[in-house]
């Protein structure tokens, strides 16, 4: 799937100290790109709907990362990330990394995020506006 | 699944700066401790046939993690592995994290790994000693 | 100086991920290693002094490290942690890292510590019980 | 010392990850932007000669920060390098971290490399070849 498919996108530099003993960028660090690329998210407009509905705050349940090819210093990654189901209080978010040497595609992953009422301590349904916000951003219907 | 059934345990301090802007372990940190638990399992005596056997390397082809519980600092977690799968080229690594506050499970996971051939660039069966060598450590025959 | 003159003393694993590409534990390892102790030290009742005398807290002000000698996984190491210095509205804590691999000093340094009233926004005088609590976990007096 | 007198800048994104327990970028992230730039130093020019001119390497012997102001997410900051004294064997570099919101000074400080070949596995006197290129890349003579 391109990067243009993903509605949110990042674009990160590479730091040296992002790679490991093998000499190319550590697992752990496309994790963080994930997690960068969903608060991105949120920052489209959910976020502030989170705050406005009440005590609401995503909570991630999963996060999955296929690891595609090796990225190395120095290089530039392009993270995208999408909605892709929109279930009754939780929703899976796609993310993609691409890189600029070589441009292709180094992972690939999801997360499963929970939408939690901290008054309340359980999730929640995804208000009407939430869901309008998404399907905004996404340009389009999201299935559930 | 109890601790006691991953042959490769590890106890480690919950970092006060592993915490986020949450105020619990970051869901980095979780792919960072299943990262160690793995070397750990290669220092059991895979690592040293995988250098043996030529230029070989475990390549990590996917990470899932499933959150199942906050972990505040302080604590101390108990990081478990087990091999479950063993492929031709590739076997299957499950995680769990449990924390003492509360004596539960944290997180659970898996990963997997590509058994690779730095010489020859590509996947290699698993030779017949690493294979003894992990059911020595997993105490019984891993299906495949 | 040896480890046992620092009176708050930490054993952490070194995670296999500390390292970087020169093989050996990343220098931003040890600043959080430094964190470590810094955070124990309140751990040891300044902390809670601090949130009985209102809304204080510490604001880390300056930090320098010194190092010594590399450190590989695995390893282990202990990180010690001593006030050296008492000002009006600010502290120098000591900090060492002594690995065991070659029971060596790993790195040493220090952090200033500014006391910091949150309401007021600005510095604030050690209260005395505070002072008297650093006297008595480093076992006698500490310099101006 | 304004932004402008660093010769290396690097414009580096602020990552929601980057924020501890604080709400703001935990003081090892610094530690890590001054790596960068460091690295970004060495690839203009230094890290070839030292490569060119045998098994040498920078190794580093210090760090120090100074934490001016709080960052949070989100923002960019611009990190600049320069190398301020050139002894016989090693180099005083001084870095500078700007960030974007509020226009200001968030950190300074600096690191101690030293010149090191790890062949003969003792510090080395710096080539002329390398004083000349970290001088052009000053825009002048650096004293020792």
Partial sequence: M???????R?????????????GHVNNCIHIRW???????????????????????????????CNYK???????????????RKLGRTSLTMEHVVFCENGDRLAAEGQSIVVLFDYDKQRPVRFPAEMIATIEE???GPVGG
Same sequence: chains 1, 2, 3, 4.
């Avoid at 990042?10 to 100290?17: D, I, K, M, N, R």
Wanted: glycine content about 10%.
């Fill in 2 to 8: 391109p990067l243009d498919d993903f509605p949110i």
């Fill in 10 to 22: 990042l674009e990160l530099p590479v730091l040296w100290g992002n790679q490991d003993l093998f």
């Fill in 34 to 64: 994930f997690e960068s690329s969903r608060v991105a998210y949120w920052d489209a407009g959910i976020g502030e709907l989170m705050k406005s509905a009440g005590n609401l705050g995503p909570i991630l349940a999963n996060v999955t």
């Fill in 69 to 83: 090819s090796q990225i190395r210093y120095p290089d530039t990654v392009h993270v995208g990330a999408s909605v």
């Fill in 137 to 139: 951003i996404e340009g």
